[in-house]
């Protein structure tokens, strides 16, 4: 977009202070870029006693997801940009239909004033690269030598499943474990880690920074929910790079009382 004297203005859901530690990383904002999609999520049932992935649900939640992505991603290679900085994904469910729910990927595209030592600082696949960190944690790990290479997520819908009458009232009034209810957790996050890492190999990341892990029971009721794993692919610049040590902050000012 251009201004009335012809210079090039640019848009940004980034706070000042984030703004300003992008420009120091040596990354100008070009556009807020956005990928949207309004999705009918699908019905599955699953078995009233028995632990288990709603692989249809999983699917759909998915695969909303990556057009969404894939659309702020065409915008921001429209803009020319190399990479798109502090990436939300969010999920609204609409009122005005059953089981529709708009899928938005949001963030800010970013062109690097300089190329990075290993030549570009697009993905393996030549997108720009897509990073939720705050500008904070992002001109950090630029700082010390690293690069984002990717969002990279993994999703598992489950459906836990309900106790008998019998084996609910035998722990009445006890300290125990429900193993039932523990291994079911377990295993839709794992299924959930497992497929946001293979995502990562898939870019040829050195590791994943920023990993946060969701339970989002959305509109299916308590025995049905998804397990949302998201972070920052992320590979070093030079192979010689170094960090630089934390150094000690003493403040002169008086703290909170």
């Keep these: 977009m251009r201004g009335d004297h012809g210079r090039a203005l640019f848009t940004s859901d980034l706070s000042v ?7 120091e990383a040596g990354f100008r904002p070009v556009g807020l870029v956005l990928g949207s999609s309004v999705y009918h999520v699908g019905l599955q049932v699953g078995r ?12 759909a ?5 990556e057009l969404a992505m894939t659309r702020m991603e065409a915008e921001a290679a429209e803009l020319g ?13 609409k009122e005005y239909g059953n ?16 190329p990075p030592p290993s030549g570009t600082w697009r993905t393996v ?18 700082q010390a030598g690293y690069a984002p290479l990717g969002l990279v ?7 836990i499943a309900h106790r008998g009458v019998l084996a609910s009232m035998s722990t009445v009034g006890s300290n125990v474990e429900i193993e039932q209810y523990t291994e079911a957790l377990y295993d839709a ?36 929910t998804e397990f949302f794993a998201i972070g920052t692919a992320v590979r070093p610049l030079r192979a010689d790079h170094t960090i630089a040590k934390p150094s000690l902050v003493l403040p002169l000012t008086d703290g909170p009382r």
């Design 61 to 65: 939640m998915y695969h909303a997801r």
């Design 81 to 93: 940009a190399d990479g798109i900085v502090g990436v939300r994904l969010e999920i609204e469910f």
């Design 17 to 23: 202070n984030e703004f300003l530690l992008v420009r």
């Design 153 to 159: 997520m993994g999703t598992c819908v489950y459906h």
């Design 48 to 59: 009233w006693s028995k632990n288990m992935e709603l692989d249809k649900l999983t699917q």
């Design 189 to 224: 996050r794992e299924l959930a880690m497992s497929r946001m890492q293979a995502e990562a190999e898939a870019l040829q990341a050195e590791g994943i920074v920023g990993v946060q892990l969701m339970s989002l029971p959305h509109r299916w009721g308590g025995h049905t």
């Design 99 to 114: 089981d529709l729910a708009e899928f938005l990927a949001i963030g800010t595209a970013v062109v690097a004033d300089e």
């Design 125 to 142: 696949h030549g997108l720009p690269f897509t990073s939720d960190l705050s500008g904070q944690d992002f001109w950090t790990l630029v």
